[in-house]
């Protein structure tokens, strides 16, 4: 699976769980960047909704292409829906005064969530509900702290169902001609890749970068490459990429948030202020490099 690249340099992951399973921090659901009118939240459901459209931009010659189309973009758009119940609801984080980061929720609930999120996209169709297992399980996959900690055992059951699901779901993919050319271990690990790749360009384009970040190990046409990101002029609405991985000759991106004006030490309060909180609407236009 993929690594990235941060500023500092460090690797770091397209998603990461609970501090506590020993996986890489990153400020993730529900996602809060600080702005003049206050702090904008944006969801998982909606940073999930940018990486879809990445996906639906993807590709040209340098780059290729995936397939099923369909299904992918819809496993991208819907690789965090497990998310929605919390993000409802969100809990308080009282160091900080605003809803917790996707780190720093228990691991139970992160691998509660996680489970239901297979169930909530099988009605939508097999090939996207297979993309969003495998965004969940490859988490643990890819850090593995957890194998020393308190949560090993719960963290593994986790893993054995999921992989269960995922093979059930592989086979009836198989003995469907519509999918076998779609399904072999070659594809479906490189459609896996490319969602953990469009997790975490959506997730730094609405953290909302104001320096060079890059992504390493990004699947090409013909084997893999390192895709530099460089907002013009410090502007997180302008963002140059290098090389140029989409079709057309920029992509403009759009996603709303919630702005919440102040930090709370009240989770009631808090959840009250960001159901009636206004919305704003925010875009990023990517251009080649």
Known sequence: MPQYQSEAGRQCC?????????LESSKL???????????LCITQPTHAWVSGQLAQA?????????????????????????????????????????????????????????????????PMGRYAALLVSLHGTGLYERFTGWQKSEHKSLVEHFLEREATFQQQLIATLRRDPHYQADTSDEAIARNRRLVA?????????????????????????????TITLAPLAHDSTQIKLSPWCFQAESVALVFEAKVLERSFTDETAMRHALANAPWVTLTTTLLAG
Not at 14 to 22: H, R
Not at 217 to 224: C, E, H, K, L
């Open 14 to 22: 397209p998603s990461s769980a609970n501090l506590a399973t020993g």
């Open 29 to 39: 659901s529900m996602l809060v960047r600080a702005a003049p009118e206050g702090y």
């Open 58 to 122: 993807w590709g040209n010659d340098d780059f290729g292409s995936f397939s099923p189309w369909r299904e992918v973009c819809l496993g991208a758009e819907q690789h965090d829906i497990g998310w929605s119940v919390w993000e409802g609801a969100p809990t308080l984080n009282a160091e900080t005064g605003h809803p917790h980061h996707f780190t720093e929720l228990p691991t139970a609930t992160h691998i509660d969530l996680w489970t239901g999120a297979k169930a909530l996209t099988l």
């Open 197 to 225: 790749i469009w997790d975490w360009l959506s997730i730094l384009l609405c953290s909302g970068i104001t320096s060079d970040r890059q992504i390493e190990q990004v699947p090409t046409a013909n084997g893999d490459t």
